[in-house]
Nanobody, 120 residues
Framework: QVQLVESGGSSVQSGGSLTLSCAAS????????MGWYRQAPGKERDLVAT???????KYADSVTGRFTISRDNAWNMLYLQMNGLKPEDTAVYYC??????????????WGQGTQVTVSS
């Protein structure tokens, strides 16, 4: 079993910066990717950024050039550096880890979320 704990959410003004962190504990047979997703009130949870075991990254168009995802080599920590924040970035941000918990079982884990509020 894996536990994910996000931190770093806060209230900032438009144009500001924040760094979100996600601490992962537990063990996986093989981690495929980790990522950040966000959910604004009344909306679906959407992908923000992901990073694979090979280091490939993917970003939502709305955050490309402003946000940077990174991780440590042991998959213990995941980060999201957010610059140039906009009011539309306001959401609860969730950390995600997916991969094989054992050789035959695909697993998908989520953190509890951290609130980011951007005021104009």
């Amino acid at each position: 079993q894996v536990q994910l704990v996000e931190s770093g959410g806060s209230s900032v003004q438009s144009g500001g910066s924040l760094t979100l962190s996600c601490a992962a504990s537990g063990s996986m047979f093989s981690t495929f990717a980790m990522g950040w997703y966000r959910q604004a009130p009344g909306k679906e949870r959407d992908l923000v950024a992901t990073i694979t075991s090979g280091g490939s990254t993917k970003y939502a168009d709305s955050v490309t050039g402003r946000f940077t995802i990174s991780r440590d080599n042991a998959w213990n920590m995941l980060y999201l550096q957010m610059n140039g924040l906009k009011p539309e970035d306001t959401a609860v941000y969730y950390c995600n880890l997916r991969g094989y918990s054992d050789p035959t079982s695909w697993a998908d884990f989520w953190g509890q979320g951290t609130q980011v509020t951007v005021s104009s």
